[in-house]
């Protein structure tokens, strides 16, 4: 392809939201656009195989297509699917599912209906901010782009994050000297949890203008990570609280939450429903005890995570709460799986790796005579991978719920019931 215009039809939507249209033979990506359209689009320049285009007009737009609803959309990285309708929307979302199923030999999967959750509901989100030469820019990458686009808001994300935007723009504008910092913020019961990393430790002067920020903005705790590793706490006014179900466990710094609480209470929903009358469980990846301390009010759980503090966090509201049954290690599951006779007692198995999925713990539970597994995961080629070693394993695959709790991007959360029969053990 050449980099003039060109015109094309779209005929798909690929796994990312962009439409396909087929030129001189072979696919091209066009992001905004949709299945039916007419565009015009400018060829780009990729590595790889892929090819790629820029919608430059829609000629002849589709009636799925709709007015975004932030102006951001088609410049902010952070959104992929405004543009479509809910019909489009949620067939497109399925479809991910059912690619990432049959690209590991999964036909006709049992995929139960979408589950849509609301924007507006984001309690986490990671902000970068920049010193350019044309000012200081607070907001997302964009998309397939290393640039930072400047947001006025965000309507994925609470009101709380939303409302933040402003005030750290001008609160980092006015610090000295040059800024390259990612700032993760999360809403919880008691305020916003800020995070902000830099590539290098934070001098003094820094610690205490965001001391300050925090006084000002009322934010429940306010910390530093450099390069990511060294974490210390600049303000702490409150303690950050969250909730698993009805039980407060306070937020470790850096650790893992979903990213609403509609998502969660939806995730946890069908994870319940899955175990049944199971009465002894594992929960693998437990986290700070999203699963674990629901579940502990009616049967007995081990949970297991690689983070301490987490671990820590979710043994603290566990022996706040009279009646639980939760028992509570850290252990890195990727190399020490959990498997053999450590699993020989267990009704159920609950597991929720993170995004890079969990194959050697899924192998392990192939081996394993556990009569009920229940996988949750945020990303479909990696649960299919997964999915794949437990049937390979003798287990029937017997339910997937996609569950929209990333709306408006092509990520998608999953909940996955399999079953096995448990075999007889011979008599002593």
């Known amino acids: 392809?050449?980099?003039?215009?060109?015109?094309?039809?779209?005929?798909?939507?690929?796994?990312?939201?962009?439409?396909?249209?087929?030129?001189?033979?072979?696919?091209?990506?066009?992001?905004?656009?949709?299945?039916?359209?007419?565009?015009?689009?400018?060829?780009?320049?990729?590595?790889?195989?892929?090819?790629?285009?820029?919608?430059?007009?829609?000629?002849?737009?589709?009636?799925?297509?709709?007015?975004?609803?932030?102006?951001?959309?088609?410049?902010?990285?952070?959104?992929?699917?405004?543009?479509?309708?809910?019909?489009?929307?949620?067939?497109?979302?399925?479809?991910?599912?059912?690619?990432?199923?049959?690209?590991?030999?999964?036909?006709?999967?049992?995929?139960?209906?979408?589950?849509?959750?609301?924007?507006g509901t984001r309690r986490r989100v990671k902000l970068r901010a920049e010193r350019t030469p044309a000012g200081l820019v607070v907001g997302f990458h964009g998309r397939q782009s290393h640039d930072v686009v400047a947001i006025a808001e965000c309507p994925v994300s609470v009101p709380a994050i939303a409302g933040l935007i402003a005030p750290l723009g001008r609160f980092l504008n006015g610090l000295p000297g040059r800024i390259a910092l990612d700032i993760a913020v999360t809403a919880t019961e008691t305020g916003l949890d800020v995070i902000v990393s830099g590539p290098a430790r934070a001098s003094r002067d820094l610690r205490s203008a965001l001391a300050r920020f925090a006084d000002a903005e009322k934010l429940a705790r306010v910390g530093y990570a450099a390069d990511g590793e060294t974490y210390e706490i600049v303000a702490h006014r409150t303690r950050p609280v969250v909730r698993a179900g009805t039980i407060p466990v306070e937020l470790p710094p850096l650790a893992f939450l979903q990213p609403s609480v509609a998502g969660e209470?939806?995730?946890?929903?069908?994870?319940?429903?899955?175990?049944?009358?199971?009465?002894?469980?594992?929960?693998?990846?437990?986290?700070?005890?999203?699963?674990?301390?629901?579940?502990?009010?009616?049967?007995?759980?081990?949970?297991?995570?690689?983070?301490?503090?987490?671990?820590?966090?979710?043994?603290?509201?566990?022996?706040?709460?009279?009646?639980?049954?939760?028992?509570?290690?850290?252990?890195?599951?990727?190399?020490?799986?959990?498997?053999?006779?450590?699993?020989?007692?267990?009704?159920?198995?609950?597991?929720?790796?993170?995004?890079?999925?969990?194959?050697?713990?899924?192998?392990?539970?192939?081996?394993?005579?556990?009569?009920?597994?229940?996988?949750?995961?945020?990303?479909?080629?990696?649960?299919?991978?997964?999915?794949?070693?437990?049937?390979?394993g003798g287990y029937a695959l017997e339910r997937v719920e996609p569950i929209d709790q990333f709306p408006w991007t092509a990520e998608i959360e999953l909940v996955a019931t399999f079953h096995k029969a448990r075999r007889r053990r011979p008599r002593r």
């Open 265 to 392: 209470a939806a995730i946890a929903d069908a994870v319940a429903a899955a175990l049944g009358d199971a009465a002894q469980i594992a929960d693998l990846f437990a986290g700070i005890g999203t699963f674990a301390l629901r579940e502990g009010i009616r049967r007995r759980v081990h949970a297991y995570d690689a983070d301490a503090a987490a671990i820590a966090a979710l043994t603290a509201a566990a022996g706040r709460t009279p009646g639980l049954r939760v028992a509570a290690a850290v252990r890195d599951l990727f190399r020490r799986p959990l498997a053999g006779a450590e699993l020989g007692d267990l009704d159920a198995v609950v597991f929720d790796p993170p995004r890079q999925g969990a194959n050697a713990q899924a192998a392990a539970l192939a081996a394993s005579d556990v009569p009920t597994v229940v996988a949750v995961a945020c990303d479909a080629g990696t649960f299919a991978r997964d999915a794949r070693i437990l049937v390979d």
């Open 1 to 119: 392809m050449n980099a003039d215009p060109c015109e094309a039809t779209i005929a798909d939507l690929g796994d990312r939201g962009d439409g396909i249209a087929t030129v001189d033979g072979a696919p091209v990506y066009i992001a905004g656009a949709l299945p039916g359209e007419r565009v015009r689009f400018v060829p780009l320049a990729g590595a790889g195989s892929e090819r790629r285009g820029r919608l430059d007009a829609v000629l002849a737009p589709v009636p799925e297509r709709v007015a975004p609803a932030c102006r951001h959309f088609g410049v902010c990285g952070g959104c992929a699917a405004q543009h479509m309708a809910a019909p489009l929307y949620g067939t497109w979302k399925q479809a991910v599912v059912i690619h990432a199923l049959a690209h590991r030999g999964f036909v006709a999967p049992p995929l139960a209906p979408l589950v849509m959750l609301p924007p």
